[in-house]
């Protein structure tokens, strides 16, 4: 279960994809990026647009910074790997991207055991994260029946709360000053 969370935090938002970074898939894999980045292109045409593509210069900005902390706090090794990928990483380098196709398609480009073991990994982590945010929209769709339904009792309450009190004006109303039973302390004249 540490493998799928460190893989988890290794899953990114981008341009409404989850992906995951080459210098990520390659130190799963246990290969350089080098080597990872030379395998794929040999098998480019299994990597269609929707299955990999190269980060934007304006995107690789943003997404550095949260690199750096979420590798960092998973282990040592990883920091190593974006320290050293962010120094080496120009305008020429900027990472690749897999979605979950693309990750799901390197089982047919690497073979090793090591490969396989983690691509399952990686498999059941994007299956977890979908999982959870179907989990998430069924808890915000609850919440907001919830949200409905309060709506309705509280404009209920307030029509019982109004009609409580126009019933009570009603009978303070008739009820007459003098008719009024008298309380407190009788003074005689003496």
Do not use: C
């Not at 969370?5 to 995951?20: A, D, K, W």
């Not at 980060?55 to 550095?64: C, K, M, N």
């Not at 320290?83 to 900027?94: D, E, F, I, P, Q």
Request: no cysteine; aromatic share 8%; hydrophobic share 40%.
């Amino acid at each position: 279960m540490q493998v799928i969370q460190s893989i988890q935090n290794r899953i990114y938002e981008l341009r409404g994809e989850r992906v995951m970074l080459d210098f990520d898939l390659a130190a799963l894999y246990e290969v350089e990026t080098r080597v990872f980045n030379q395998a794929v292109k040999r098998n480019i045409n299994r990597f269609p647009a929707d299955f990999m593509f190269q980060l934007e210069e304006t995107e690789w900005e943003i997404l550095r910074p949260q690199l750096i902390i979420t590798t960092s706090s998973t282990n040592s090794n990883s920091s190593q790997i974006v320290m050293s990928s962010k120094k080496h990483r120009g305008l020429a380098y900027l990472p690749y991207a897999f979605t979950e196709q693309g990750v799901a398609m390197l089982s047919g480009v690497l073979r090793s055991n090591k490969a396989i073991e983690m691509n399952i990994a990686i498999m059941r982590a994007f299956v977890e994260i979908r999982r959870i945010v179907l989990l998430q929209n069924d808890v915000r769709e609850q919440l907001r029946l919830i949200k409905d339904k309060l709506g309705d009792h509280d404009s209920q309450l307030n029509q019982i709360y109004d009609a409580m009190e126009n019933l009570l004006d009603e009978k303070a109303a008739e009820r007459k000053w003098k008719d009024r039973d008298r309380v407190g302390f009788r003074i005689s004249d003496k």
